[in-house]
């Protein structure tokens, strides 16, 4: 893929942000031109919240990723409010574990991944973000596995440092569903 | 090395780098992230982060360091701008270099807290009252709003005035990657600035008060023919595919990004246009509109307000060439489809 264009979208406190953050991380370290721009506002609280990031081979003009080639769902809203925008083509991450319903478009790539349930399986609650990230690692080759492991250690701040690993985990975890 | 920044961040890492030591601001969205950045980061360097208890505060501390000669700054949304504008009226009529940052949120009134360019006018035209102007540098990217701080200190100081990074929310809240600035930052020296005479110079005056109006109609024309060396020697724009262009976009900030990716798509599909990317708002980049006049046979003003540059443009041209607007208001980022949409119709002779 020469240009992701990502869109990620759940409720705020689902780490929809930081999943984006770790995508135009391992963009950066790949050299390649990113942005990441987030909705902002009072619909971060409770409600949706949503974030699109681009990873290119060139210059970036517009930062929205108002026809996305790639979505990522983790909640009832967002796949409704999102899913009709989706390129034709284009690979849609359903958090399943959270939205129940199917998508009913045939031109594209969805993937259904009890990424929530799978997480707290593992022990990483809360990591459903970095677990679908990582299946979109594999997806989309948006990077080079390594880089994008480079980028966790480069998001997580260092106050956090003992939770790189996990991240590590749920990342790895994707990429192995 | 590079680092991922968002844009309200990279400005305020960029001014402490630029050796801004005195922060004086009032919390608004969606620029808070500079306070929040200059809260944590400028004790660490021996600098004053202070949050004042309103943004006519903040401006007037502006002025108090700026006297002394210290790079000073301020920072803010559309409203809070407009509370700040008597102050920056004095700090024009004193000739006091700093900086004020205007991440833009839109509409009148308190307005919306999303994207938009509405203060273009503000910017401009009126900074605040009586004949004044400031240097307004309007950045399309986060190494520009990085950039763009030093220019602005240094411009600033240069001319003796106030200028504004003008950024809008799209620009506050995004992330790219940047690289930040390293070294020593050009400092000017400050004959005039209020540092203690130590008995061994007459003291300095720092004043926007002339009662005579001989006086001030001197200290104006001064005033204005710096304004004319500014507007000789400071106008920037970037051009964009224009060696063959037939049409022409012309935009600036957030709002060039979407007409850069629209002229590409235009491109594809043999349309021969191309972008004027205002840099400097104030002075406008006039030169750079007015070598085109002749080779474009139809403008296109692009902006997220309800059209004011375009009332710049227009003066440009001259009638040379038929100048269109189209613009999205209220917080609402055009698309590239959108803003597409209407370069097809002015390169079918349209609109």
Redesign the interface.
Known sequence: MTKLELMLAGFGGQGILFAGKLVAYAGLIEDKHVSWLPSYGPEMRGGTCNCSVCVSDEQIGSPQMLTPNALIAMNQPSLEKFIGHVQPGGIVLVDSSIIPTKVDRTDLKVFYVPATEIAEKNGLKGMANILLTGKLLKETGFASVENAKAAVSKVVPPKKANLIDSNLKALQLGLDY | M?V?MKGNEALAEAAIRAGCRHFFGYPI??QTEVAAYMAKQMPKVGGTYLQAESEISAINMVYGAASAGKRAMTSSSSPGISLKQEGISYLVGSDLPCLIVNVQRAAPGLGG??PSQGDYFQATKAPGHGDSHIFVMAPSSIQEMADFVETCFEKAEEYRMPSMLLAD??LG?????IELKEGEPKEVEKPWALTGTKMQRPHNVINSLYIDPPELERILIERYERYAKIEENEQRAELYKMDDAEYAVVSYGASA??????V?KARDEGIKVGLIRCITLWPYPKKFIEASAGQIKHYLAVEMNMGQMVEDLRLVVNGRAPVDFFGRAGGI?P???EVLEEIRKISKGGK
């Not at chain 2, 809240?173 to 990657?177: A, D, R």
């Not at chain 2, 990004?257 to 629209?262: D, E, G, L, Y």
């Open positions: 590079k991922l969205t969606p807290i999303q929310g799209m809240q995004m992330m790219e990657p990004r979407i007409a850069m990716s629209a590409d980022i698309s590239p489809a």
